[in-house]
């Protein structure tokens, strides 16, 4: 199994900046990607973005510019610098990675999630 533990959330007023992290941990092989994604009240989960293990990244439209998407491969840890953030970036930020780990003698494939952290901008 794979643990993802996200940290950094909070309140922040419009207009600030949160950085969030997400550490990966257990008999992890590889990762070959991992994401961000976030849900808002009465809406569904979107993906906010996404690192390849070369360091590709995407972002979702309304992202683009304002928020930043890193790695550490040797922490098997994502982070999620966002600046510039308003009222509708309110939602819990989940953190995804996907790729294989080693179990019961053989290699396995993974999809985890976090458990989310809540980011609230607010005045």
């Known amino acids: 199994q794979v643990q993802l533990v996200e940290s950094g959330g909070g309140l922040v007023q419009p207009g600030g900046s949160l950085r969030l992290s997400c550490a990966a941990s257990g008999s992890i092989i590889s990762i070959n990607g991992m994401a961000w994604h976030r849900q808002a009240p009465g809406k569904e989960r979107e993906l906010v973005a996404i690192?390849?293990?070369?360091?590709?990244?995407n972002y979702a439209d309304s992202m683009k510019g304002r928020f930043t998407i890193s790695r550490d491969n040797a922490k098997n840890t994502v982070y999620l610098q966002m600046n510039s953030l308003n009222p509708e970036d309110t939602a819990v930020y989940y953190c995804?990675?996907?790729?294989?780990?080693?179990?019961?003698?053989?290699?396995?494939?993974?999809?985890?999630w976090g458990q989310g952290t809540q980011v609230t901008v607010s005045s």
């Open positions: 995804r990675a996907y790729g294989e780990t080693w179990e019961s003698g053989r290699f396995r494939n993974f999809d985890s």
């Open positions: 690192i390849s293990n070369g360091g590709s990244t």
